[in-house]
Structures are given as C-alpha cells and as structure tokens.
C-alpha cells in the first residue's frame, strides 16, 4: 500500500508535468549546488498564509520556518529541543541569510485561543496552551481591554506577538551580532487574509502600514 | 521606514495582482468561514521543499508544520514549550486534519549535520546539535557504516527519521485514537530535489516508492 | 533419448526461425573471425536479470561471467581454481575487452540470503554461505542497523557488492594497468526488476543514479 | 559522471520503451512474487552463446550460471569459495529446478586454449590454465590423437567437457539423490554457432544428436 489523499497526488502531478517541467534545470542546480536563500521567514502554520504563495517565491528564495502563531520564543541554551532555536541558528549561521521575516496574519487560531478565556486544554499535554503562554503577559493585557472589540484584540495581540518574536529574535547572540553589523536585517509583515493585503512594520515604530504608504 | 527586501516586494505584487486577483472570492471566504484544510504536512524549512509548491495546493488546504528536518520529538506532557506538539495538537484536536503528511526530501542540511563527524556545534547554543540528538541512535548505525557512499548514508537517515517522526506521532494519544478509529490517515513521503520525485512511503513495509510503481 | 523440456525446445525452434534466420550471416561471420565483443558483462545468475536482454545486446557482444550475486573475489594466485578469476583474465588478456560492467540488481536472493539472520547452510557443504561470507564486513554493518527497512538493506548491501567487486577488479594487475593507462574502462550497474530502471554507478562518488538524471 | 558506453546504453534504451513495456506487468509480478525458474543453465561466457537468446527465453524462465568452457568442478565441501558450487547449490536446493542443461558450444576459447601446446599463461596468475586444467586427463587423450583434425579434436572435447560437468553435478550429494528420486533431470545441448544447430545429448549413449533426429 503506496498511496497518498488523491488530492494530494493531483497536486503532485500538476507540479510535475508543469512546474518542475519548466524548472527542472533551477532544481537539478539546487540539488547539486545546495540552497542558498537569502530569506528565513518565520512564518504561522495556517494554510491560509503560505509565505511562497505570497511572495511568489520559487525553489530556493525562501527558508521557511512555521510554527502555531510565528512564534519565536527567547534564546535558552539550556540543553533542551529546541525545534525554532535550531532552525533560525541554522538559517543563520549555516545559511548565512540576510534577512529574516516575522510574518503573522489575520485571524490566526493560536492567538483567538490564547485570547479565548472559555478555552479549555485541546488535549491533557495543553501543548497549545502552552506554546501560547509565551505570550502571556501582553494576551492578559489585551484581553482585559474591553474598550477594544474582539476583532481589534485579536489583530492587537497578532502584531504584538510579531514584535515580541523580533525582540526575542535579538536575544539569539548570532543575531544581536550580526544584525549591529549590517549583515542581518529584521523585518515584520501582516498578512491580510480576506484582502489579500500585506502589512509591514514600520522599524522605527513598529507600526504596521502597507508599504504602498511606507 | 517600512519596506521589505526588493524580491520580496516584487514578488507580493506579482501575488496580488496574479494569484490573489483570481481567487479573492476564496481568500475572502477562509477568512470568513476560517480555515478547514484536510491535511497537516510536517516538513522540512528547506527554500527546496515547500509543500505548498511540491503538492500545487491552494490557499486553506495544507495546514503546514515546518521545522528542520521535519522531526517529530515524542509526546512530552511536561509544561515546557513545543513547537511541534502544539502545532500537532492544534492541527487534529481544533482543525480535525483527516491526514497528516510527514514529508522528508534529499539533501537535507540537516541530516548532513547530523552525520559529519566534523560538525561543530554553530553556535554556543548548540540547538541544531541538540534538536538534531532526537536522531542519535539511528543516526550512529548509519554514519559507522563506512559501506556506504556519503549520499547512500543521507539518504538512509532521511528516511528513517521520516520513519521515526511518524513512531513519535503515535505516541501522542489524540493521534493514536483517533488513527485506531479510522478518522486520520498518516502518510510518509520523501522528495527528491534532482528529479522532483515523491517517493511515497509504504505503510506496510515502511519502504519508499514512487506512486507510478506501487 | 534425445530430449529437452518443451518449453526450450519451443524456445529453441522459435529462436531458428526468428532471430537465426535474420541474423544467419552474423553468426556465419561470427564462426569464422571469432568473437571479438568490446564488453565483459558481470552479472548474477538471477532468471530476471539477463545482460543480454537488458541490453538489447546481439550475438557477439557481450562476454557475460555470471555468478550469484555478481561477486568478483579479490585477486589470489594461489593456484586453485577459480571460475571467476579465469573468465575475468580471458576476457582481458585474451579478447582484450574495452569495459567491464559489474551489474546487480533489486531483490538478489544470495544477498537476501547473506542478510538473513535465520539462513541455514543450504547443504552441508555450504556453498552460497561460503560464497556471500566474501561480503561478510559489509554485510554484517548493515544487517546490524535496526532502522532500515528489510528492502532498505537488501539494496544498500546489493550496491555495496556492486562497489566491492569493482575494487576487486582492480587489485588483478592486469585489470590495473590496463585502466591506468586508459585501455580499459569499468562500469557498476544495478537493475531495478521492478520498474526496469538501470541505476548506472557514479564513478566518482560511488553512488547509483539514473543516466537521464545524471 | 555517471555512464555507460553508448552501446549498452542504446540497447538500454531500446529494451526499456520495447521489450519492457510490452512485459511490465510480468516483471513487476516477478519482483513482487519472486522468481521461480524451472531451468538451471549452466553454459560459457562466450559473446556467440548466451541462453537467453538460444531459447528465446523470457525474464524468470532460466537461472543462468555462466563460466569460461561451462565447467562444474567436482563436490569439494573444503570451505573456499567456490563460485559454480554456490550457484548450482542456490539454484537446486533454494529454486528448487527442475531441470539443469549443460550447454556448451563450438568453437570455444576455453576449450581452445586447453588444446594449444604453445599456449602460455595470459598472466601470472594463470587462472585460465588453472581452470582449464580440471579436464585435464581428457585433454591430453585428445590432444595427443593426431589423427583428428583440429577441428575434430576441438569439438570432441567441448562435447567431453559436458559430459564432465554432468558427471561433477552427480558428485553433489543434492544433486544424486533428487535426480534419484525423479525430481531432478539433467541435460547436456551443444550450440553451433556457424549454424545454429542445436545438438542435444543422448541420455543413454551420451552422443549428442539434432532434436529432430531424436
């Protein structure tokens, strides 16, 4: 029994005999030369906001790393697994990228859970929970602003978590270094999943605004 | 200050006036009725590999879990922080996925890490060293074996941990029991950069095969 | 009595009418000048391997060595008998061929055999056990590795025969010399019985690959 | 780098999109089930003489054992490796055959270097002179008969060559008591390359006549 969702294996087809058919010669390159993206993207594992869709990128631009929300928690060399740590140290200092993109959206599921108080534990390991307790301290301040609707905490607390992750993204001593350097530059995005449109962040601000407006 | 990397600018614009134009009744609809894909794929960050483009999948299909050398740890209920679990968790108790896909491919940094001798930690953090160490036993019986060509090597440890990732899923209760009910389906798959192959995992034997010849 | 079985006795007549009849002339011209084919073929005895017709090959050209698991022992001049070693120094000193091709193939029953850890002698003189212990190293460094699947070791150990009898090959001198200076060329094959496919060796790396994708 | 020479990978090419796709189910039914033929053939490397071709054989019907001059050496359970008895032992006791057709052919090199006084060994290690010598008593009866042509003296000996191997396979205790037991037939055929003519021998008499004239 080999088999895969026929859904899938459509999929599959149509890139075989249409993308990889024009590309073929990009892969066989990327496969003997290796990757060099100049791009990590930390990005949310929705399959609303695949980030290769929506920056039309092909084999080899981005390295992508997802997790629930694009979370990216602080550094704690403490000997454990970590799956986000290993993947931005490898993308920094294996790959040697040049930029890194936090990259949340719109109505995202792990920050309505976080925001939700009748949320129960989805299992007895509440590893939700737990993921989203990074956020904690802002989830309760915005959570207990009831001047704001639930739509407005929720993209609150979304743009929040992006700049928490930048800020815990220059708590990785590769970063902090490399970034004061020029070599690494930091940028947070939005986006927005009913308009298609994609918020950036303002650096000097952190205020998100379409770069049309930048 | 609001900008983004040029390639990426250009490429959200080639989405918004391409991709996005087509499909905004879809993309205003999952922003709607919120997201109800089918299928979680655990795969690799590699810029070679995205799901999205190797499946040609749309928006609101593929919930996508990226971390390196897509590795699932084993079910660890002891309060910290898993990016993994979280996302398993959020992916078949919230999102009730029918499949998960655990998708592997060739060439994978990782893995290579994993069987230089040479390697040296990349940071004083160690984390891909670390994360890495969830292979150490398999990846020991392959890297002694000086039979074996380096790629033979790579190629026998990618799939064993894709093997491996889909015994730790297992652990997880909610994916045992509802697997024993017949509500999820979990799938391997192996994608071959240099030819674009998918080499689809047999469920009986654990061997990888391409669907074509199954 | 002068008989054979009737499936090779139809076999027979079928070859005399077909392919005789068209090529008559070819085997006349072959009688008389001799053979004088360009390629020694090592091959296993295995029913669904045959050089000939993989190779689409006519009379004349390929000298084909066929033994179980297409082993080459390494080069001892110990005044024994030695089938291998004698069809090897005929067809280099003697028809002085240009390639050697060692070929393998999927599903070998004496690699199976040297792999099995529940194998018995076959009979007391233990031919095959004696026969695949030139493998022994090998052999033992994979069928040790737990994580592979049962099809994972077969091919690994199959392509391993493949890569020792090359270096086998080349400790008989005349093999050697023949090849420093350009006269000889050798070749490592694996035939995949299943699909058809020819996996050709890279002779740099060691690896097997398909010519298309080479 | 990875190739063969052009020729074998012309006539690859001409077996995968003619023969193969005509006969791809059988091979894939061989793969997975295994193969089972009922005829060992034990027969000479010689380019002129492959079985394959003889009886217009298809994949799965003949395990073919292939060595300079078809030669079976006699039991000799002494614990070396012994490439003939491995096979003939595979093929009887693992195959369970059948049948087993000795089949020389004339104008064997083999046979001819045996009867050539002014042969001289084609290396140091004389592996040819070694593993013609084990018909060495028949040889030197035949050599030493100058009143037959050369050519008579050629075909006399390729015939007695048969015959020799047929009394070697009645030394293996598998081969005596299941060829006892009528479960076991041996054949000897002789090939005429400048004719096609198959010669097949008598049973009783040991002569070898045309089929037809059986």
């Keep these: 029994m080999t088999h895969l969702p026929e859904k899938l294996l459509t999929g599959y087809h ?8 024009v590309e073929s010669d990009r892969y066989r390159r990327l496969a003997q030369e290796g ?23 092909g084999p080899g631009e981005l390295f992508v790393l997802r997790n629930v929300a694009n979370l990216v ?12 740590s290993a993947a931005l140290e490898f993308a920094v200092q294996a790959l040697k990228v040049k930029n890194i993109v936090v990259m949340g959206h719109g109505r995202c599921g792990g920050i309505k859970a976080a925001l939700d108080p009748a949320m129960k534990p989805l299992s007895p390991g509440d590893f939700i929970g737990r993921w989203m307790s990074l956020l904690a301290p802002a989830t309760e301040a915005v959570a207990g602003n009831s001047m704001m609707t639930t739509t407005e905490r929720q993209t609150a607390l979304e743009r929040i ?20 350097k020029g070599r690494l530059t ?16 303002n650096k000097e601000t952190g205020d998100f605004e379409r770069p049309e407006a930048g």
């Design 14 to 21: 149509n890139f075989m005999h249409g993308r990889f058919e």
């Design 35 to 57: 990757q060099a993206p100049d791009t990590l993207v930390i990005a949310c594992c929705d399959s609303r906001s695949a980030p290769e869709t929506i920056f039309d990128a």
């Design 73 to 84: 928690p602080p550094y704690e060399p403490d000997g454990e697994f970590h799956a986000t």
């Design 161 to 180: 978590s992006i700049r928490y992750s930048i800020a815990n993204l220059r708590t990785f001593p590769c970063v902090k270094i490399l970034e004061d």
């Design 186 to 201: 930091i940028y947070g995005a939005w986006f927005d999943i009913s308009t298609g449109e994609l918020w950036v962040m």
